[in-house]
């Protein structure tokens, strides 16, 4: 991830303030922003001679000289998606923004072209029971049910190395010996597996207390848990995290859902208006989060804890939390038909 300090432009700026970003910088590339971070454009060498060309001097701003219209990404494109678009338009590194258009990184064909790997801990909780699926859970725990034709636990872990994230921390429970028989310490998936093995339920955040001195992690670190199928870019959602200075970082996606009668609304028995049908929108949890090490401090040791109660008690304290708006691919498979759902839609998601 840039440093993007070093490479933010405004409208005031010279040409000169400019070459010299563009020269000192790795990327040769500049963003031109608000006051409020939003990006109005980019800048680049070849910008630059064409001012230059064209009469300008090195103490006149770039007013006139930056690109308006830049090729931007959001921070839920994927990988794939970013790599086709740059290809597409010829272009090599290419502003990722927010909702409001504020620029969260800047990612670099080269780079998204390499293998990575990150240092950032996945640590997956698979120790459910399972109780809805059942009689598919009777022999089998969840995230091992095929779905694609492999486990759903193995695309999550595939799914997290392509992006370079490769030590995973395992909290399993029921039936354990089936997950751990068939990833054994990761290789054959090239990642790194280790294990917490959970002797009672622990919440979607208790098992965190189980890691051991050398497991806990030194970087902010994902927990997610093992019965989803999603499509999400890690990387945008550990980026989103660090550049908001997160604590804790819920993904969310948006729930719609409709009342199948007129709503009447009432002021001292007084029909004020009737809505017909309305159609409520919230934010779920989408059980992915990224937490900063010192989360496991505030989890009690060996009890049952669930992450609202830890998201709650971080708001409670002033402390920063956020949500990251997760709008690709998302399918938490927790009941038969969404199990069904799951098989029918792999094919055109993975």
């Given at each position: ?165 490769v030590n995973i921390v395992m909290c399993v429970g029921y039936k354990s010996s089936i997950i751990q028989d068939y990833f054994g310490d990761g290789s ?96 779920v949890s989408a059980g992915i989060y990224m937490l900063n090490p010192d989360a496991i401090e505030l989890i009690p040791q060996d009890e049952f804890y669930d992450m609202p109660t830890l998201f709650e008690k971080y708001i409670e304290s002033g402390e920063n939390t956020i949500s990251f708006p ?25």
């Amino acid at each position: 991830m840039n440093k993007l300090s070093h490479i933010k432009l405004t409208t005031n700026s010279t040409i000169k303030e400019a070459l010299k970003i563009i020269d000192t910088g790795a990327i040769k590339f500049a963003i031109v922003v608000d006051g409020q971070d939003v990006l109005l454009g980019t800048l680049s060498d070849g910008d630059i001679r064409r001012a230059i060309l064209n009469g300008k001097g090195l103490e006149d701003t770039i007013e006139d000289v930056y690109f308006k219209n830049p090729t931007v990404v959001k921070v839920d494109s994927t990988k794939e998606e970013i790599i086709n678009l740059c290809t597409s338009k010829k272009i090599y590194q290419i502003p990722v923004v927010d909702e409001r258009g504020r620029v969260v990184s800047i990612k670099i064909l080269d780079e998204l072209l390499k293998p990575k790997s990150h240092p950032n801990k996945v640590v997956l909780m698979v120790g459910g029971l399972g109780t809805r699926l059942r009689p598919l859970t009777e022999t089998t725990p969840k995230p091992m049910l095929p779905v694609g034709g492999k486990p759903i636990l193995q695309t999550i872990v595939e799914r997290f190395a392509s992006y370079g994230f490769v030590n995973i921390v395992m909290c399993v429970g029921y039936k354990s010996s089936i997950i751990q028989d068939y990833f054994g310490d990761g290789s054959r998936f090239g990642v790194n597996i280790e294990y917490v093995l959970e002797n009672k339920r622990m919440g979607t955040a208790g098992a965190l207390s189980l890691l051991s001195d050398a497991q806990k992690p030194k970087e902010p670190f994902f927990v997610m848990n093992g019965d989803l199928l999603t499509n999400m870019n890690f990387e945008n959602m550990l980026e989103f995290h660090i550049s908001n200075n997160s604590k804790a970082t819920m993904a969310v996606r948006e729930y719609d859902f409709q009342v199948p009668y007129g709503v009447v609304n009432v002021d001292n028995g007084k029909i004020i208006n009737i809505e017909e049908k309305p159609v409520h929108k919230f934010f779920v949890s989408a059980g992915i989060y990224m937490l900063n090490p010192d989360a496991i401090e505030l989890i009690p040791q060996d009890e049952f804890y669930d992450m609202p109660t830890l998201f709650e008690k971080y708001i409670e304290s002033g402390e920063n939390t956020i949500s990251f708006p997760l709008r690709e691919y998302w399918l938490d498979i927790g009941r038969i038909e969404e199990y069904e759902k799951a098989n029918s839609e792999y094919g055109e998601v993975f």
